[in-house]
């Protein structure tokens, strides 16, 4: 069993940044595969970034080269660092563990808004 806790969410301005926490406990947090997904009002669930166990990453089109997804295994943290932010990443961002087809976790979501 894995506990996910979101972090980080706020209201920042065009052009901005942010940086978002996932911090995990109960499990052996490091062989787990940790995605960010977002959901904004009205759309459907996407992955914005991923980063595998050995460390391996991922991005949405929509944010290359805008975020970057690290993870500290010594802190069972994932980390999703935003800058450049736009009114289209308004969302709620949803931290993702799996391993396998068996282990699928998920957090409560932080708020990102992005607004002047």
């Known amino acids: 069993q894995v506990q996910l806790v979101e972090s980080g969410g706020d209201l920042v301005q065009p052009g901005g940044s942010l940086r978002l926490s996932c911090a995990a406990s109960?499990?052996?947090?490091?062989?787990?595969?940790v995605g960010w997904y977002r959901q904004a009002p009205g759309k459907q669930r996407e992955l914005v970034a991923i980063i595998g166990s050995g460390g391996s990453t991922n991005y949405a089109d929509s944010v290359k080269g805008r975020f970057t997804i690290s993870r500290d295994n010594a802190k069972n943290t994932v980390y999703l660092q935003m800058n450049s932010l736009n009114p289209e990443d308004a969302a709620v961002y949803y931290c993702n563990a799996r391993w396998g087809s068996k282990y699928d976790f998920w957090g409560q979501g932080t708020q990102v808004t992005v607004s002047s």
């Open positions: 109960g499990s052996i947090f490091m062989i787990y595969d």
